[in-house]
């Protein structure tokens, strides 16, 4: 078992950071690991910001808290969310970013230009080799349902950790309504193989 794993989730509110945060702080319980999550909602309702601090560690976690350059794995729903956030990333860590974009106020009114994923490489290129763009919004419609997007994203993350795929399905089944089980169960198949 590796010692310990720092993660964190970022995304704009109603993307289903929350529930993604919750499987994963789950799966790292179920898998032997002690495990700490701190949320920042923020105006997660109006679509604004929303990061969750992960913690597991084999032994204990003191805090939940990640300072800059101490992610191991960042996980983001939304382009311009890895750019806030890359900062926190440790040099060589994982980078998963849904290519998915939410453009702000500021981005439509013409006040500001949204980041391409030019920026987002030569941004990632100075701390780490490993930056995954992934289409999990595009998958999650392909299987009927965008809002299954972050399961999709949990599917993709699950491919750089030591746990079985059983564990996250397992702990999928407790955390989804019964009438979204196999849709949720694809969503994370498909995920991994994005990866894969």
């Known amino acids: 078992m590796t010692r310990q794993y720092n993660f964190l989730l970022a995304g704009v509110g109603g993307q289903g950071t929350i529930l993604a945060s919750n499987v994963l702080a789950e799966v790292g319980l179920t898998a032997g690991y002690d495990v700490k999550k701190s ?3 923020g105006m997660a309702q109006r679509g604004g910001s929303v990061n969750t601090h992960i913690r597991w560690d084999a032994e204990r976690v003191y805090s939940p808290l990640i300072g800059l350059g101490e992610a191991d794995i960042l996980l983001v729903f ?3 969310e890895a750019l806030r956030y890359a900062e926190y990333l440790k040099p060589g860590g994982v980078v998963v970013v849904n290519r998915h974009i ?3 106020i500021t981005v439509t009114s013409g006040g500001a230009r949204y980041p391409s994923e030019a920026d987002l490489r030569a941004v990632y290129s100075l701390l780490s080799e490993r930056l995954y763009l992934i289409p999990g919004t595009a998958t999650a419609q392909e299987l ?5 997007a972050n399961v999709v994203l949990l599917g993709a993350l699950s491919t750089f950790l030591p746990v079985p795929e059983a564990i996250w399905l397992q702990v999928i089944e407790l955390r989804v309504p019964a009438r979204h089980l196999a849709l949720n169960r694809q969503a994370f198949l498909r995920g991994r193989a994005l990866i894969q």
Request: proline share 7%.
């Open 144 to 148: 009927g349902n965008a809002r299954v």
């Open 102 to 104: 939410i453009q702000p």
């Open 39 to 41: 949320e920042v909602h």
């Open 78 to 80: 939304e382009l311009a």
